[in-house]
C-alpha cells in the first residue's frame, strides 16, 4: 500500500526562530519528492516533522489522508533512511533489518522471509550474518535501504542517502534507488543537496529557502520556467549567469555595463526601461557564427569535462562574472577574449525588486515569495 | 572498516616512539608487585634492616593458605562486593537513564549525584561513622521520629556489615552514573530515532539499543568496581575496623592487621597475592564477557 502525504500549513519554530514557515505541500500516492535548498533551509527539519521526531509548531501532516501530526514515529507507517545510516551497531545485518517484525506479534517465518526478500531485491543475501562494522559505507546504505523495506510502509523518507558515498558509488545506487522505487511505488521524500539526484530521481522537486517553499515542479519545469530568482540560481548546473539590466522593448533586455542588447525568447508586459535581471545558462551561450548580438567574454580558466567545456571568465566591458558551457572541447579558449552568441530559450528574465519571473509568472502562487 | 596493516618499517618507528612511556609503565606497574610477592618469601619486621630478613620460602604461603581467617575474610570481601557492586550499577544506570535527558535543572541534579565521589574516603568513614552513631546519630534520631527503638547500628554484625555496604554505594554510585551518562551521551542520536521509527518504546530502547550499544562502558566500569570494591579499605577501617567480630573483616583490612598489628609482614604480602590474584581472575572473567578493548565485536 501506497499512501499520500499532505502537509498543511506547517510551521517549526526552534526558540523564537522559525525554521519552516507554513509549508504546503501534497505528495500524491506513489509520487517521488525531493526536497532540495541550502544548507539550513529546513529539510531534514521538514523530513523529521514527517517522521515524527520533531513536534510541528503549527499546521496538520496527514499521511494517507490520516492526520498524523500527534502520532508516534511508528504509528505513521513510514520508514526513514539516515545519512549516516543509523543501523544497529550490536545487531547482525539480518537483526538490523527485522528489529521493527520483532517488535510487532510478526509470525518469526513471516520475519524471516521479509528480510530474505528484502535481502534479495538489494544484494545482500550474503552479508546477513555480519555486523555493520563489518561492512562498506555502501553495504551499509543497502542494510539501511534493507530496514526500510523490510516493514513495507506506506511511506519513504530519505533525508540525504547517498552523500557520504563516493561518486561513482552514488551514481549507482541513485540508479537502484529509481529502479526501487518503480518495483515498489511507495510514496517517496528525499532530501538532497545533489543536483543530478533531484533531477533524475523526482516526479516533483520542492525547493526550499529559510522555511519557505520557492517552487514546486517537475524537474523540467523548475529547470524551464524558475518561478524566481532563488530557483534560477539554484537548479542547473554550471550556476545560471546574472546581470543587472533594462527593458528596452517587450523582448529587448540592455546590459548597460557590457553595451549589449539580448533578445528574449518571449515578450513580457513591462514598461520600457524597468529594472530587470536577466539570466542566461551558461548552456545558453554558444560559440557560432549566429548573426546578431553578441556577449563579448574574457575567458579564465576552461575545464574540459570530457563532453563539454566549462568556461570561467568574465564579461567584457562590465566584468561581472560570466560561465559558458559549450559542446565539445574548447580548453584552448583559457586566457582568450571570446564573442558568444545568446540563445533566447535559455535566457530569463526576473523582476529587480520582487525577483520574480517575467516570462512565466506563476500568478496563483505568487503570495508565497516575500 | 577494514584496517590495512602498516608497513614493517613505520611499525618500527611506533615501537621507537612507544617504548620508553611502556618501558616505565611496566617498570610502574610490575615492581610493587613483584617485590610484594618477593616480602611474602621473607620474615622481615618493619624497622628492621631488610639485610636481617630472613628466607622463609613458601612457609607464610604455606600458613596463609590454612589460615581460616584469610578464607573467612576472603568471604567477606566476596559478598561485600557482589552486594554492594550489583547495587551500584543497578542504582548508577537507572540514575543516569532518568536524568540523562535535557530536562531543565538536570545540570544541577548531576552535579550533586556526583559529589560523593569527590570525598576522600576517610572523610566519608567519619561522616557515616557519626551518621551511624548509636547515641547521637541522625539515623537514629531519624527513627525515633517514627517511634522506632534506637539501633546500635556499628554494634551488630548484620546491621554492620550493612552500613558498610550503604557507605560504599552512597560514595560509588555516582561513578557509575557519570560513566553511563558519559557513554549514553555518545550514542548516535539516530540511531535512537531509527529505533522509535521500528516502535521501539522507552524499555525497549533502553534494553534492546541503548545498554547494549554502552555495554563496554558498562564492562569497563563494572570491572573498575570490582577492583576497588575488592580492595577497599578506608572507610572500613574508620568507620567498624572490621568488627563487631570479624563481620566485616575483608581481605585488605586482615592485610593490614596482619602487617601492622601481628607485625608479620610477610604473611601480610602473602595475602595480598591471593587478593592480587583473586582481582586479577574477576578482571579477566569481565574483559572476557565484553571486552572494550578488543577491536572485535562486543556487546550482545
Ligand atoms: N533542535 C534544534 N534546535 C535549534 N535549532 C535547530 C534544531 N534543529 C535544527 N535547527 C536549525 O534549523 C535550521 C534548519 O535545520 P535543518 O537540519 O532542517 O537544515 P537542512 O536544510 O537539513 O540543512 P543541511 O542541508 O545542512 O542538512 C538550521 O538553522 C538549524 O540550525
Ligand atoms: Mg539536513
Known amino acids: 500500500m501506497s499512501a499520500g502525504v499532505e502537509l498543511v500549513d506547517v510551521t517549526k519554530r526552534f526558540g523564537g526562530n522559525t525554521i519552516v514557515e507554513g509549508i504546503n505541500l501534497a505528495a500524491a500516492a506513489g509520487e517521488f519528492i525531493v526536497l532540495v535548498g541550502a544548507s539550513g533551509c529546513g529539510k531534514s527539519t521538514t523530513l523529521r516533522m514527517i517522521a515524527g521526531l520533531e513536534a510541528v509548531s503549527g499546521g496538520r501532516i496527514l499521511i494517507g489522508g490520516r492526520d498524523v501530526t500527534a502520532a508516534r514515529p511508528d504509528q505513521r507507517d513510514i520508514a526513514m533512511v539516515f545519512q549516516n545510516y543509523a543501523l544497529y551497531p550490536h545487531m547482525s545485518v539480518a537483526e538490523n533489518m527485522s528489529f521493527a517484525l520483532t517488535l510487532t506479534s510478526a509470525p518469526k517465518d513471516e520475519i524471516r522471509r521479509r528480510v530474505g526478500e528484502a535481502a534479495r531485491i538489494l544484494g ?66 528525499y532530501v538532497t543537496h545533489d543536483q543530478v539526484e533531484a533531477m533524475t530521481l523526482a ?46 522593448s517587450p523582448d529587448t533586455v540592455e546590459l548597460p555595463g557590457a553595451q549589449v542588447r539580448v533578445r528574449l525568447s518571449a515578450t513580457i508586459s513591462a514598461p520600457a526601461g524597468k529594472a530587470v535581471i536577466l539570466g542566461i545558462r551558461p548552456q545558453g551561450l554558444l560559440l557560432g557564427a549566429d548573426a546578431g548580438p553578441r556577449l563579448r567574454m574574457r575567458v579564465k580558466v576552461a575545464e574540459f569535462l570530457g563532453t563539454e567545456t566549462v568556461l570561467n571568465g568574465t564579461l567584457a566591458g562590465s566584468g561581472e562574472t560570466l560561465t559558458a558551457s559549450l559542446n565539445g572541447d574548447h580548453g584552448a579558449l583559457a586566457d582568450r577574449e571570446v564573442e558568444l552568441a545568446v540563445d533566447p530559450v535559455h535566457t530569463h528574465v526576473f523582476d529587480a525588486e520582487t525577483k520574480l519571473n517575467l516570462i512565466q509568472p506563476e500568478k496563483e502562487r505568487s503570495d508565497e515569495t516575500t | 572498516m577494514a584496517m590495512t596493516p602498516a608497513p614493517h618499517s613505520s611499525a618500527r618507528t611506533a615501537w621507537f616512539f612507544i617504548l620508553p612511556a611502556a618501558i616505565i609503565m611496566l617498570a610502574a606497574g610490575l615492581y610493587p608487585v613483584i617485590s610484594a610477592i618477593r616480602l611474602g618469601f621473607y620474615d622481615w619486621s618493619m624497622g628492621t634492616p631488610w639485610a636481617q630478613a630472613r628466607w622463609t620460602g613458601w612457609t607464610s604461603f604455606q600458613i596463609v593458605f590454612g589460615d581460616p581467617a584469610v578464607w573467612r575474610s576472603l568471604w567477606t570481601t566476596l559478598k561485600f562486593a557482589a552486594v554492594s557492586v550489583s547495587a551500584e550499577m543497578f542504582l548508577g544506570v537507572a540514575l543516569a537513564l532518568a536524568l540523562e535527558g535535557n530536562i531543565r535543572g538536570m545540570a544541577f541534579f548531576r552535579t550533586l549525584f556526583i559529589l560523593p565521589m569527590m570525598v576522600a574516603p576517610i572523610a566519608v568513614g567519619l561522616t557515616w561513622r557519626y551518621l551511624f552513631d548509636a547515641q547521637f546519630g541522625p539515623i537514629n534520631a531519624l527513627l525515633a521520629v517514627f517511634g522506632v527503638a534506637a539501633k546500635g547500628w556499628l554494634a551488630d554484625e548484620t546491621l554492620a556489615f550493612a552500613a558498610i555496604i550503604v557507605s560504599d554505594i552512597w560514595q560509588w554510585t555516582p561513578f557509575v552514573f557519570i560513566m553511563v551518562i558519559a557513554g549514553l551521551a555518545s550514542i548516535d542520536s539516530s540511531v535512537l530515532e531509527a529505533a522509535r521509527i521500528d516502535g521501539a518504546r522507552w524499555w ?82 569481565a574483559l572476557r564477557m565484553s571486552n572494550p578493548l578488543a577491536d572485535g565485536e562486543n556487546g550482545q
Open chain 1, 124 to 189: 545482500i543475501e550474503d552479508l546477513l550474518d555480519r555486523k555493520p562494522r563489518a561492512l562498506s559505507g555502501g553495504q551499509r546504505q543497502r542494510v539501511a535501504m534493507g530496514r526500510a523495506i523490510v516493514r513495507e510502509p506506506s511511506v519513504f523518507l530519505f533525508d540525504e542517502p547517498l552523500s557520504n558515498l563516493d561518486a561513482k558509488l552514488r551514481a549507482q545506487m541513485r540508479v537502484e534507488l529509481a529502479l526501487l522505487h518503480r518495483r515498489l511505488g511507495k510514496t517517496t521524500l
Open chain 1, 203 to 248: 516526479d516533483r522537486i520542492v525547493i526550499l529557502e529559510r522555511g519557505v517553499i520557492q517552487q514546486i515542479g517537475a524537474p523540467a519545469e523548475v529547470f524551464n520556467r524558475p518561478r524566481n530568482l532563488f530557483v534560477a540560481g539554484f537548479i542547473g548546473s554550471p550556476v545560471m549567469n546574472l546581470f543587472e539590466g533594462r527593458l528596452v
Open chain 2, 204 to 285: 525497549t530502547l533502553t534494553r534492546r539499543v541503548k545498554l547494549p550499544m554502552i555495554a563496554h562502558v558498562l564492562a569497563i566500569t563494572l570491572v573498575m568496581r570490582l577492583i576497588d570494591a575488592f580492595r577497599v579499605l578506608e572507610v572500613i577501617y574508620v568507620l567498624t575496623f572490621g568488627g563487631p567480630g570479624d563481620s566485616t573483616e575483608v581481605l585488605s583490612m586482615y592485610i593490614y592487621k596482619t602487617a601492622f598489628i601481628g607485625q608479620k609482614l610477610g604473611a601480610a604480602s602473602a595475602i595480598s597475592v591471593l587478593l592480587l590474584a583473586v582481582v586479577m581472575f574477576l578482571t579477566w572473567l
